[in-house]
């Protein structure tokens, strides 16, 4: 089984930073990617930012040049370094680990969610 672990969140004013971390364990495939979505009231599920073992990373545009996401492999643990943060960032944010088995199928698992709330 697979664990995923948040912390980070909290309460930040608006153009503040703030850092995200989850830590995963358990059978994890080697050749994953990790990344970090949020949720909005009343908005779908979306993503913020991936990142794959080898390093390649992808943003959404909304968080681009003011977010970064970084990952040590040996230790399993994803970070959102978030800079600039702005009220519509607000959102109860998740970690995601992902692979693909032999049978190409997606294996997915979620962490419990950190709230992330920023005020003016």
């Known amino acids: 089984q697979v664990q995923l672990v948040e912390s980070g969140g909290g309460l930040v004013q608006a153009g503040g930073p703030l850092r995200l971390s989850c830590a995963a364990s358990g059978n994890i495939f080697r050749t994953n990617t990790m990344g970090w979505y949020r949720q909005a009231p009343g908005r779908q599920r979306e993503l913020v930012a991936t990142?794959?073992?080898?390093?390649?990373?992808n943003y959404a545009d909304s968080v681009k040049g003011r977010f970064t996401i970084s990952r040590s492999n040996a230790k399993n643990t994803v970070y959102l370094q978030m800079n600039s943060l702005k009220p519509e960032d607000t959102a109860v944010y998740y970690c995601n680990v992902q692979w693909y088995n032999t049978n190409w199928r997606a294996i997915n698992y979620w962490g419990q969610g950190t709230q992330v709330t920023v005020s003016l």
């Open positions: 990142i794959t073992s080898g390093g390649s990373t």
